[in-house]
């Protein structure tokens, strides 16, 4: 929006032509997310307190969570509200990647919306039911699928790359395409919410792996960047920086709130959306690959899970005290700002790792 009226004016007022750098607006989207969600944090926790949204706690789970009941939920909200007006203020809205992100957040952040609202305003224990939660899911992943495949550009839209490789490139049919992009999308959002069990847990990891994406997307973007790194050249991915850098100031705006002890939790309307939103970015730049070892923690959450079901319906045995494994390791005895913060480190080690990729060819 602010991009266009930039260009209008720069016809008049050369000063403008600074707008269409696109680092810049991408610190001005961050900036600008950053300030929305610090501004309207404080209000839209008040309204989710009066309206007596809050946490419901599992009495089975650590003892140090029950303090946490009645704590409002459903703050994924401000963070989607900051995403969103910060992406519309200063991405080119004629990018079609920009439209295909976006719509994966607001669909995946209504479902979100629709499982919480259920949950904590009607009281049902359930949400939304599970076959209707992943028919929706499912909707959205198949759509921005579809959408992505019919309108590539070149064979490196739909062209599967392996890190550390630089001559394999292996050209994806329509159905696997489909069944990748899929799985990327859903499986991110599924994995980010699994994640979202502790103060702070899921949003930080989600702020450093969508400033990774950033990196790639702007690199993807430039032809001769792309070229020289030997990764695969997107034409106009460049412009996903700026979806990248208002997630990562609007999951900071967050945080704010977030952070141990948190006066506010994301949800599923948060923790849903973004997931989604990094998947489906991780498959534009063409780094699923490198997104599942960036987003290690997501995934590690998520095989516990898995593992921990398997394990009981095969044997009746648990693998892990309680998953997901953040909750084993607490009720090992670490304290909760302790497996906070590791998981944090180890997910900065790993996007370092991801972000090596870029070179080591």
Known sequence: MLLWLA????????????FSYLT????LAATSALAIALLIGPW???RLSRGQIGQVVRDDGPQTHLQKAGTPTMGGLLILVAITVSTLLWADLGNRFIWVVLGVTVLFGAVGFVDDYLKLIKKNPRGLVAR???????VGGLG???????TAKSPADTTLYLPFFK?????????AFLLLTYLM????????NLTDGLDGLAIMPAVMVAAALGVFAYAAGNAVFAQYLGIPAVPNAGELLIFCAALGGAGLGFLWFNAYPAQVFMGDIGALAIGAALGAIAVIVRQELVVLVMGGIFVLETASVILQVASFRLTGKRIFRMAPIHHHFELKGWAEPKVIVRF?????FLVLAGLSTLKLR
């Open 344 to 348: 944090w480190i180890i997910t900065l």
């Open 167 to 175: 001559s394999f490139a292996l050209p994806l049919g329509f159905l």
């Open 7 to 18: 260009k209008h004016l720069s016809a008049e007022i050369t000063f403008f032509n600074v």
């Open 185 to 192: 999308i859903v499986g991110m959002s599924n994995a980010v």
């Open 44 to 46: 839209m926790i008040a």
């Open 144 to 150: 921005a699928a579809l959408l992505l495949w019919y």
């Open 24 to 27: 810049l607006r991408a610190i």
């Open 132 to 138: 209707w939660k992943y028919f929706w899911q499912s």
